[in-house]
């Protein structure tokens, strides 16, 4: 069993011989401060289950692990480790079929990881999970309404601090990967755009950088819509706007 680095997070066991995709997503989750444990085979995995079981926050499981009992893993370890941590089940290349969705359903599991989808979106989903947030009701990158005034400027003059130099909008909508304004400018498609705005008094000030990939005319008089797509956002910066999204989605339920 191979620990990764100490960390003040939560504990995420992933129960799978050495890949690509357990490498990459234990590096994303170590990133957003969490503890990592990397289980190989069932010698390891009965070991680790005995010992602490209690402290895993949620697992991690491939359909097979050498040594281990015929059938599918997290019922082999529910059934004969008697451990019932929440836990997700990666997928290949193809999507679940409804029969292993309701089977994982019965089991108490989260749901699937497609390990085609980027290791940002799988890290995210585990994170959200995580943070009490139920993945089925929550997507990777969840949008929240809002109506919040922006600034934001052509990242050409980005270094320009004029009055007449930052252009006005209205921000209508947010997901941690990006957002839509609705302004009088005229961004162009291709745009980079340097952004500053105002979520919160946790998130009291916001800079970063955009892409525009999308402008359509708005039901406002001389308006436009502008969608944005975030650049360059380091990982503490994008999961402060998915925490931030996601508290102000629970608390519309």
């Not at 490498?23 to 005995?50: C, K, P, T, Y």
């Not at 836990?87 to 292993?100: D, G, H, N, Y």
């Amino acid at each position: 069993m191979l620990q990764q680095r100490e960390q003040s997070g939560q504990l995420v066991a992933i129960f799978e011989e050495a890949s690509g995709f357990r490498r990459n997503i234990s590096e994303a989750l170590l990133n957003m401060g969490h503890q990592v444990e990397l289980i190989d085979s069932w010698e390891e995995a009965e070991l680790f289950v005995a010992e602490r079981s209690d402290e895993i926050d949620v697992g991690i499981l491939a359909s097979r692990l050498p040594g281990a009992p015929v059938g599918e893993l997290l019922e082999v370890v529910q059934d004969e480790l008697g451990s019932l941590f929440p836990s997700f089940r990666s997928m290949s290349v193809r999507r679940p079929t409804t029969i292993e969705a309701l089977a994982l359903r019965r089991r108490g599991g989260c749901g699937f990881l497609e390990r085609t989808s980027s290791v940002k979106e799988i890290a995210f989903r585990v994170d959200a999970q995580l943070r009490g947030f139920t993945p089925s009701t929550y997507v990777a990158a969840p949008r929240v309404q809002l109506n919040l005034p922006m600034t934001f400027n052509n990242s050409e003059n980005v270094e320009s601090e004029g009055p007449g130099q930052w252009d006005y909008g209205l921000l209508r909508n947010m997901s941690r990967t990006g957002l839509l304004v609705t302004t009088s400018s005229s961004p162009q498609l291709g745009d980079e755009l340097q952004i500053r705005l105002s979520l919160s008094e946790e998130i009291a000030q916001v800079n970063c950088r955009g892409r525009v990939v999308r402008v359509e005319p708005s039901p406002l008089a001389r308006s436009r819509e502008v969608g944005v797509v975030f650049e360059q956002l380091s990982m503490k910066q994008e999961r402060s706007f998915s925490e931030f999204i996601m508290n102000r989605l629970s608390t519309e339920l």
